[in-house]
């Protein structure tokens, strides 16, 4: 019998794992109490506050025929079970975000609870608290408890750490019932439906089959016997992929708030290159995440156009760490332990990494909620390797004093995060303090000032609005949402001779990009400035790529003409240019002189 078989085997006290338990409670209220008092912030304000659909439970079932954002931004996800909670949540507090708030740290407070049941299946009980321990005061995890909008990765965080929990216990004495069974596919059709990447329990059932569990069958014999298992899941990833294809249009790929990779026309290769060069940060983000950020992005993020070097620290880390996987799997007791949490890591990392579909990030610190299980687990199974090591040496006074040197080290750790982890909650309190500390945070980060400046614009400050634009655009003027942005904010400020350099540039970039509405702002701005021959050109452009007000179109149309001297022209079915015939500028060429804006917005603060 191994090692975690005989830890089972050892009863231990229930007051006792309940009192560790509350002691978990207490730093999770530590490190995210102070999130009560936020309001909604930056995807939260479109989601939820704005979002009519969850603001009443009226014919609540409709929401599973909704996508979770709004059509209005582009009606992207597919979160059903997400979006029922908000509307509960909206209904019992009248709108107030502290409901919100408030269901996000108890949510945290059950994953923690989770995190302990599974790790003490796995662990001693002192390493399993560990384990717990720094789950609760991880500050990466602040993105998805202080937003609410993170709701979702904490219930799917909660359902799927349930069902592999419930699965290794029952394993490890014996076959799994029926009943279990039909647990641990009811938490996955639930969890799928709170959000998408909840489809790779399978795959951590498999791992936990294949890295924990001790069997004299063969290997091939026990799949078999999880066969069942497997089948009703794999039908039930089935039913969900079919409701959102029905739903969304059958699109895959995540929702994209900005489209580098896209605008850049990457290949699959230099976007897995990319993210090879990302993987330093992640192990930073999960071993010492003291510096926190809402945006990483270019420049700060390198996006490969082939192999360089570097990508080789990050090509290192990621081979090194799957070697070490493969080696601790080889090894017995705690040491498969480790070797499972670096499989929980790589598998449930897996659907936001880029490496399999896009998935409209880069890095997001919400993503690695449920991934840093698997750091911890490996922490967590060094603590054995540790105690043994210090009962080991000679001189029983150098024993305890290395005890007590152990034991003030993990509770500065524990002390430092839950000080960064309410420090960074209270970061996110509004949009003000969220976007202005984005930019110290990242300050090479395009999207931080972009953010901002977008925020800037919102509020009226339109000086500092177009200060963090420019700024945005000469870190990286590959991102059209940007360009386009800005130019919308002049042409409205009735600064046309700075918007059309700007509008101009979006197509270059993206010719797909908002075509028939970004040329018909353009054509108008080219007609206030008496341009009429390219106004024209370009109405007759947006007609043909559609989306556009044909009124207004056929108006600039005739004006053009009348000043041309022209009969109305009724060829608009002109052939639509191709991605070829447009120039597409270099990475790392610099910003055309014809975008080096002189107009200045001459506004005061509000």
């Known amino acids: 019998m191994n090692r975690i078989v005989r830890a089972l085997a050892i009863p231990t006290p229930r007051t006792r794992w309940w009192l560790l338990a ?107 608290w560990v384990v717990a321990a720094l789950f609760a005061v991880q500050p990466v995890h602040v993105e ?51 959000k998408e990447h909840a489809i790779v329990l399978p795959a951590l059932l498999i791992a936990a089959e294949a890295l924990i569990l001790r069997d004299e069958r063969p290997f091939g014999k026990r799949l078999v016997a999880l066969r069942p298992l497997v089948l009703c899941m794999t ?38 290159l990319t993210m090879i060069g990302v993987v330093p940060e992640w192990v930073r983000l999960l071993l010492w995440p003291a510096r926190l950020s809402t945006e990483y992005a270019p420049p700060y993020v390198d996006i490969a156009q082939g192999p360089s070097l570097v990508q080789l620290p990050g090509l290192l880390l990621l081979v090194g760490i799957i070697g070490l996987g493969i080696v601790l799997w080889k090894r017995r007791d705690v040491a498969r332990v480790a070797s499972f949490g670096i499989a ?14 896009p998935a409209g990030i880069i890095v997001a610190e919400r993503t690695l909620f449920l991934p840093s299980l698997g750091a911890l687990l490996v922490l967590g199974a060094l603590e054995p390797w540790l105690l043994e090591r210090i009962n080991r040496l000679r001189s029983n006074d150098v024993s305890g004093v290395t005890r007590v040197v152990a034991a003030a080290a993990f509770a500065c750790m524990l002390v430092a995060g839950s000080w960064r982890s309410a420090a960074r909650s209270a970061v996110w309190h509004d949009n003000e303090r969220l976007f202005a500390q984005a930019v110290v945070d ?62 101009r540039w979006t197509f270059d970039i993206a010719p797909r990009f908002r075509q028939g509405e970004g040329r018909e702002n ?38 053009s003409d009348s000043v041309l001297g022209k009969k109305p022209n009724a060829a608009i079915g002109a052939k639509r240019p191709s991605r070829s015939e447009v120039v597409r500028p270099s990475l790392h060429g610099n910003l055309p002189a014809d975008l080096q804006i002189t107009g200045v917005l001459r506004v005061t603060k509000d």
């Open 144 to 194: 998805a408890v202080a937003s609410t909008v993170g709701q979702s990765e904490l219930w799917v965080a909660l359902l799927l750490i349930v069902a592999i929990g419930a699965y290794v216990r029952r394993r490890l004495t014996g076959s799994l019932p029926l009943r279990s069974g039909v647990a641990i596919c009811a938490c996955y059709a639930v969890a799928l439906f709170a």
């Open 442 to 503: 990242a300050p090479q980060s395009y999207r931080a000032h972009y953010m901002l400046g977008a925020w800037m614009f919102e509020t009226g400050r339109k000086k500092e609005g177009e200060h963090h634009y420019r700024r945005a655009i000469a870190l990286f003027p590959y991102d059209p949402f940007m360009s386009y942005n800005l130019a919308v904010q002049y042409q409205m400020s009735g600064m046309y001779a700075a918007a059309v350099p700007l509008y």
């Open 344 to 357: 929980w890591l790589c598998i449930t990392l897996l659907p936001a990494s880029n490496f399999v579909v």
């Open 522 to 559: 353009l054509a108008l701005c080219l007609t206030y400035l008496n341009e009429v021959a390219p106004a024209r050109e370009q109405a007759f452009l947006a007609m043909q790529y559609g989306g556009a007000r044909l009124k207004d179109l056929r108006r600039i149309v005739q004006f």
């Open 22 to 128: 509350a002691v978990l409670l207490v730093l999770v209220a530590i490190s995210s109490g102070v999130g009560i008092r936020n309001g909604f912030t930056y995807d939260d304000v479109y989601v939820i506050q704005q979002n009519g659909i969850v603001h009443s439970l009226h014919e609540w079932w409709r929401l599973f025929a909704r996508s979770y954002w709004p059509r209005t931004y582009g009606g992207d996800g597919y979160r059903p079970i997400t979006m029922l909670a908000f509307a509960i949540e909206w209904v019992v507090g009248g709108g107030s975000p502290a409901i919100f708030h408030a269901t996000n740290v108890v949510l945290y407070g059950a994953v923690t609870l989770a995190v302990f049941w599974l790790a003490s299946a796995l662990l001693p009980l002192s390493a399993a």
């Open 235 to 272: 039908l039930i990833a089935v039913l969900y992929l079919a409701a959102r294809s029905a739903v969304k249009g059958g699109e895959i790929s995540g929702f994209q708030p900005f489209i580098v990779f896209q605008a850049l026309d990457l290949s699959y290769w230099n976007r897995v």
